[in-house]
């Protein structure tokens, strides 16, 4: 019934979903099997793509090729650029997504792809011969034969939803949970854990008091993800503020022996920086209210997601207590928040191409290797869908450094450092943080998958090229004329700069604080004139790299530092338990991971800076 | 001496022996075995039945015999066993008669017997290697194996025990702390997080740059103290300067006759005073001469004076006047020198003459005649160096030296970037690099280049 795939994905999340584009477009035959083909690309969370680093990886995965900032594009209904007021490397872009555009966008994208096909169905296990995966076997009975198979089961490993003290069997709300899997992995010798997570009520916006609350609007030039020409908005949703406070807590309080967190019900991990209402009031029983913020689900729809109100406490405690928030006094329930209980697998058990060291082409991506977000778990779907696809060419396999991209430092955490809660990214998780800009994430990485033959990059790869050019064009300018000091002295003296005594270069006045590209072409026709060839995102880029050149080369030169420890290979064959002047914990662990490199070792947690000196030293550095 | 220069290699497998003492004859000479075959081995050469059963840290006397059973000579073996010993590795200390053919006979025979000669550095290598220390810790050996003063040991020892790592980890920890409070603001500033108080982060970056600033200070110091605190000896010709060197290293160093002028060239000798080296230097007489050779004693005295950490000021009290010392100290002495101004022929003036002259700071009257007074100018150095040397914590190696004064570079930008009021994950970056080149010493952040340099700088069996 089947052919024999090259890729076949389980789940259509975003793990899924960019998995099967990552492999699709690098050439590979893809099946897609998903428990329901009506739930493709669900936002399972909140209605939001990106945010403070999220934002980042979005940018990124659009460069690598992927479709979730063309997606978000396409059915954004309000747009931020977060941390605007900090520097280049903080700019963080966000959007309000429409849930079920989202969802259809996906899957438009994904039917138009001819070399992705679907299958409806649960995978229950998979095909292994000999350590090395050959298909996956379905509910049905059936065997789709692949080369190989990545994993991106989300939530749905067992998984098992808590509403107070009520708890049943479930993916998603809705959605029943996926049986089978684990087990097999186990006996397979994987070691699995528990995680959990939360969301929290969905609400009727036509029962809320707006006026209550404080408007939150999109930006009034709304920027984007894709790289690609793709719209930005025109009209916006705004969302809204409000807080919690005395009187909601302590009727949440009333239920809290009730609650699956408390009573030791919830065994699972969750996020310390995501932690839901009850847990927020347990630990910081000092504050006296929280923020939440009120989001719109899509353009047409009255639904509202209570972001901040993640609960897993009995329906009627929520609803008493929300009711108490101001702007809610009315407040109507579509359905509460919950906490789900699912299975993962501690990601040091993968390679950094995420393929699985026990099973050979058995790949994961998501949040089966204790991620949380949609963007952590896309990257990882496209890191995972391109390396399948290489392995099966027999290529090198495709790796980003942590100088190169977020998604370089979110695989290389996991892999070394493994996770106890569910891992999210932030920006002080990577050591080259003003390399690893949103404005320049095509710039980084587009050359690199155009280089291994990733397809339909034409677009961005002109943008690309485009971009280096004007940005070389406008430091050029900047660099050769100069300003006199009556055409600048009155904005210097307005940005509190000290005044011009003689004629200087544009370049040193632009490096000065507070002072912008926008403000100097406001003091000289010329150089407006000049610019007026560019375009707001190559003048942007231009800017950065001259205002912010002294910052960049210093993070440019511990790069070459670290790269230094980088480009020592370790053998996988190395034994380390014959260096007895190891510590017995990093011998072990390093036995375990096999790093590829003494950069990668230095990352292991458990091993220490005197083990890594052990190591250069027997490698005769 | 067998001698083994080549380029480090670490098979810890391999038991390793060398000569601990230093090379030339002595009475008796330590002999040092370390690796897990030391005393399987020793066994077959050593003869005494409690070799294998001795507890470590003990002493065990006997014969040292070769494969035929000939006695090579008598000797001590200290035992220390694994762990608990200087490389976490089974030693051995051979002590035997200091000549130089019993020495290579022991090392030789012990050779055919499954050792290795151990390479420069290799023992306090393995004691790092084995986590006995941290790289801070191995240098300070290097140190205190070069200490040729008790400051200058107890230095080495500080270093030893860990006290700069631990100056330099409570450094980091705040560091840490401040980067921690901006990471804050960056990642959570969408979330209704209480952002630190810029004042504070001031204050608290101050007081780190306060004491990175100290242990920078006490460069000068540690190193002075690691090779002897210059102290020179300065003046007019004839003013007595050669018989007030001769004085206090209590023998004849240096011509000394009535003749002005005739100190040429510069004389330094090493001076040990209450535990402490100083290197004095006595110069030739400053005055405005034609005689080409004397003309560059003068200028090499200015020089030396202008990096002398202590400068002895002689001047004949018989021929100058308080305003002739005054404006030689002004035109001489480097700003905020220490100075200690010694008036010379005590025997020759009148007390009324002495009188104007104590009118003058830190001041000492000495005659060659009458050498009482010379103890007092030794408790006056003394006190003056043991007062100075008093911080507990020296910095006195140059890698520590540059990798703090980088971090106080970086510390600054930090102050000035909270001061223009940059964006925070620009000062981050600075915040960050301090912590990189604060790592850099105890060996958080080890490259290989830095292993390389410290451990090519030990001798052999040491």
Redesign the interface.
């Known amino acids: 019934m089947f052919p024999e795939y090259d890729v076949i994905v389980v789940g259509a999340g975003h793990a899924g979903c960019e998995a099967a584009v990552g492999a699709a477009n690098m050439g590979a035959k893809v099946m897609l099997v998903t428990m329901n083909m009506n739930t493709i690309a669900q936002m399972s969370c909140n209605p939001a793509m990106g945010g403070v680093a999220k934002g980042q990886i979005v940018r990124e995965i659009d460069a690598l090729g992927g479709y979730s900032g063309m997606v978000t594009d396409h059915t954004m209904i309000q747009f931020r650029m977060l941390n605007k007021s900090k520097g280049p490397a903080m700019w963080s872009p966000r959007a309000q997504s429409d849930r079920m555009l989202f969802a259809a966008e996906w899957r438009k994208r994904l039917e138009n792809n001819p070399l992705i096909d679907f299958w409806q169905e649960m995978a229950t296990g998979l095909v292994v011969k000999n350590g090395v995966v050959k298909g996956v076997k379905t509910s049905l009975g059936l065997e789709i034969p692949s080369k190989t198979v990545i994993l991106t089961n989300g939530t749905f490993l067992n998984g098992i939803i808590h509403i107070g003290e009520k708890q049943f069997g479930g993916g998603r709300a809705g959605e029943r949970a996926a049986k089978g899997l684990t087990e097999q992995l186990q006996e397979l010798g994987f070691e699995s854990g528990r995680m959990k997570t939360g969301t929290p009520p969905r609400v009727d916006g036509r029962s809320l008091d707006w006026e209550a609350m404080e408007t939150q609007p999109g930006d009034e030039v709304p920027s984007k993800f894709s790289y690609t020409d793709t719209p930005t908005l025109k009209k916006q949703r705004p969302c809204h503020i409000t807080y919690t406070n005395k009187e909601v807590h302590e009727t949440l309080k009333e239920g809290f022996n009730r609650s699956p967190m408390f009573n030791g019900r919830i065994q699972g991990l969750g996020p310390r920086y995501c932690p839901s209402i009850e847990d927020k009031i347990d630990r910081f029983a000092q504050r006296d209210r929280h923020q939440l913020f009120v989001e719109p689900e899509g353009w047409d729809t009255c639904e509202i997601y209570v972001n901040g109100f993640s609960s897993s406490l009995p329906e009627d405690v929520q609803y008493k207590a929300m009711r108490k928030i101001r702007g809610f006094e009315n407040a109507k329930m579509f359905r509460p928040g919950y906490a789900i209980e699912y299975d993962f697998f501690q990601p040091t058990q993968l390679r950094a191409t995420l393929e699985t060291r026990l099973v050979k082409n058995l790949f994961f991506a998501g949040q089966i290797n204790g991620t949380t977000g949609y963007e952590e778990a896309g990257a990882q779907g496209m890191m995972a869908g391109i390396n399948a696809a290489l392995a099966i060419k027999d290529q090198e396999p495709f790796i980003l450094k942590r100088s190169e991209a977020y998604i370089g430092v979110l695989i290389d955490d996991l892999i070394n450092k493994g996770t106890t809660e569910p891992y999210r990214m932030f920006t002080s998780r990577a050591e080259y943080r003003i390399l690893l800009r949103q404005d320049n994430a095509d710039m980084r990485l587009t050359p690199l998958v155009k280089a291994i033959g990733m397809l339909h990059l034409d677009e961005r790869m002109a943008r690309v090229n485009e971009k280096n050019e004007a940005v070389e064009q406008i430091k050029k300018y900047f660099r050769k004329n100069s300003i006199h000091p009556d055409q600048a002295n009155s904005y210097l003296d307005s940005k509190n700069s000290s005044k011009m005594k003689q004629r200087d270069k544009l370049l040193p006045l632009l490096t000065r604080p507070h002072i912008t590209i926008e403000g100097l072409r406001g003091c000289q026709a010329e150089l407006d004139n000049y610019l007026k060839g560019f375009d707001n995102e190559c003048l942007e880029i231009a800017e950065i790299a001259m205002k912010y050149e002294g910052y960049i080369k210093k993070e440019e030169e511990l790069v070459g530092k670290m790269n230094r420890l980088e480009s020592v290979n370790l053998s996988e064959k190395l034994d380390y338990s014959q260096f007895v002047s190891l510590s017995a914990e990093a011998r072990e662990k390093l036995n375990k991971l096999k790093p590829r490199t003494i950069g990668q070792a230095s990352r292991i947690s458990g091993v220490s800076p005197s083990d890594v000196s052990v190591l250069l030293v027997h490698l005769g550095r | 001496m067998i001698q083994n220069e080549s380029?480090?290699?670490?098979d810890?497998?391999k038991t390793i022996v060398a000569q601990a003492t230093p090379i030339g004859s002595g009475a008796i000479a330590v002999i040092r075995m370390s690796g897990s075959q030391t005393f399987t081995i020793l066994k077959k050469f050593f003869k005494n039945k409690r070799l294998e059963t001795a507890k470590s840290h003990s002493v065990l006397f006997g014969n040292f015999v070769d494969s035929n059973g000939t006695v090579i000579d008598e000797v001590l073996v200290s035992i220390f066993r694994n762990p608990t010993s200087y490389t976490k590795e089974d030693i051995a200390e051979i002590s035997c008669h200091g000549s130089s053919f019993i020495i290579n006979q022991i090392i030789k025979i012990l050779i055919e017997g499954g050792a290795q000669l151990a390479q420069k550095g290799e023992f306090t290598?393995?004691a790092?290697?084995?986590?006995q220390m941290?790289?801070a810790q191995a240098e300070a050996v290097a140190d205190l194996i070069a200490s040729t003063s008790e400051k200058a040991h107890q230095m080495a020892m500080a270093q030893l025990k860990g006290n700069i790592s631990k100056q330099i980890q409570a450094l980091r920890e705040r560091l840490i702390n401040f980067a921690s409070l901006m990471?804050l603001e960056?990642?959570?500033?969408?979330?209704?997080v209480e952002f630190a108080d810029r004042t504070e982060l001031v204050n608290l970056l101050n007081e780190t740059n306060t004491t990175v600033s100290k242990l920078l200070e006490s460069f000068d110091t540690g190193n002075a103290i690691k090779k002897g605190i210059p102290t020179v000896i300065a003046g007019r010709p004839n003013s007595g300067k050669s018989t007030l060197l001769n004085s206090l290293l209590k023998e004849e160093r240096a011509i000394v006759s009535d003749i002005a002028g005739t100190t040429r060239d510069t004389v330094e000798e090493v001076f040990i005073l209450a535990g402490m080296e100083f290197r004095l230097i006595d110069t030739a007489g400053i005055r405005q001469t034609d005689d080409v050779v004397e003309s560059i004693g003068v200028q090499k005295a200015i020089e030396k004076i202008k990096g002398a950490a202590l400068l002895l000021f002689v001047f004949d009290a018989s021929t100058s006047t308080v305003e002739e010392v005054q404006s030689d100290i002004e035109k001489y002495r480097i700003p905020n020198q220490e100075i200690i101004l010694i008036a010379n022929k005590l025997d020759k003036i009148s007390p009324a003459q002495k009188t104007v002259f104590e009118s003058l700071e830190n001041m000492i009257f000495i005659s060659a005649k009458d050498t009482s007074q010379i103890d007092v100018l030794e408790h006056k150095i003394s006190d003056w160096a043991s007062q100075k040397m008093a911080d507990d914590i020296l910095i006195s190696n140059h890698r520590h030296y540059e990798a703090l004064q980088k971090t106080k570079v970086s510390l600054l930008q930090v102050l000035q970037g909270l001061e223009?009021?940059?964006?925070?994950?620009?000062i981050?970056?600075d915040i960050?690099?301090a912590l990189?080149t604060l790592?850099e010493i105890s060996?958080?952040?080890?490259?290989?280049d830095l292993?390389?340099n410290i451990f090519s700088n030990f001798c052999i069996g040491k």
Not at chain 2, 7 to 10: D, E, K
């Open positions: 380029n480090l290699q670490h810890l497998s290598m393995r790092f290697l084995n986590g941290d790289l990471e960056l990642d959570f500033s969408e979330e209704d223009h009021q940059m964006p925070t994950d620009l981050a970056i960050r690099q990189h790592g060996g958080i952040i080890s490259t290989d292993l390389d």
